[in-house]
């Protein structure tokens, strides 16, 4: 792959980078604001334990968060990335279930959640969306390399340079 091509895919990489980073921090921002409807939102689907919902409601926007401080500073991408892809399969799976199960929620994804009136429910174009956030993160996770990214600025020497360039003449 010519040094072209390599420029273009590290600048793909990054505007993907930034955009996966900035829907985990709207995501986390918008939950950890209103704990109270993020709890909501969670017990709504009605897939877990009572004594779950409540760390589960804590949790997710505090590692949202994390995700999109990680990505947003290019630490750990490919990390960041897959476990980005986990929690979106995570969550897909969960608005199809309440989709197949007839459950009238609204997904909480950015805010809101739990129950809404028949007929107001969004589930194809919620999966969709996540969908495509699953692709962003799919790419990351098979090419995280990318530009303004610490990864890149803490592999120094020459050893990691000629290494780098293996790699990306295998991909």
Not at 59 to 82: K, M, S
Not at 142 to 170: H, M, N, P
Request: hydrophobic share 50%.
């Amino acid at each position: 792959m010519n040094r072209g091509s390599q420029a273009v895919l590290d600048l793909v990489g990054t505007l993907v980078r930034l955009g996966l980073a900035a829907v985990w921090l709207i995501s986390g921002s918008i939950k950890i604001s209103d704990p109270g409807q993020t709890y909501l939102a969670v017990k709504a689907y009605d897939l877990l334990p009572d004594g779950l919902v409540h760390p589960v409601a804590t949790g997710l926007p505090l590692l949202e968060l994390a995700l999109a401080l990680f990505l947003l500073l290019g630490l750990g991408t490919r990390i960041a990335a897959a476990v980005s892809a986990v929690v979106l399969v995570l969550l897909i799976a969960a608005v199809a279930q309440s989709w197949a199960r007839g459950l009238t929620i609204d997904c909480g994804c950015f805010g809101g959640g739990g129950q809404v009136a028949a007929g107001q429910t969004q589930y194809p174009q919620e999966i969709a969306r996540d969908v495509g956030f699953l692709i962003l993160a799919g790419w990351l996770t098979v090419r995280a390399r990318t530009r303004f990214a610490l990864d890149g600025w803490l592999r120094s020497g020459r050893v990691d340079t000629v290494a780098e360039e293996s790699e990306l003449e295998r991909t």
